[in-house]
């Protein structure tokens, strides 16, 4: 193959792979858990106020 066709392939399989994300990152529901949507809420860290490390809370 000549080295032209193969940069020619490499750049159509790349947009391709950016037409490819931009479909399934548009699909909110496919990577969104439903219980997030129904409480608005986002994972969190969750701090306890009764930790036992010396310092005061």
């Known amino acids: 193959m000549e080295k032209r066709n193969l940069k020619r392939i490499i750049q159509d399989l790349e ?3 950016v037409e ?3 479909e399934v990152y548009s699909d909110k529901e496919a990577y969104v ?3 997030y ?3 608005g809420n986002s994972p969190k860290r969750i701090y ?6 010396g310092y005061t809370d």
């Open 20 to 22: 490819l994300k931009s």
């Open 37 to 39: 949507e129904q409480t």
């Open 33 to 35: 858990h439903p219980w």
């Open 15 to 17: 947009t391709l792979l």
């Open 48 to 53: 306890s106020q009764d930790d036992d490390d």
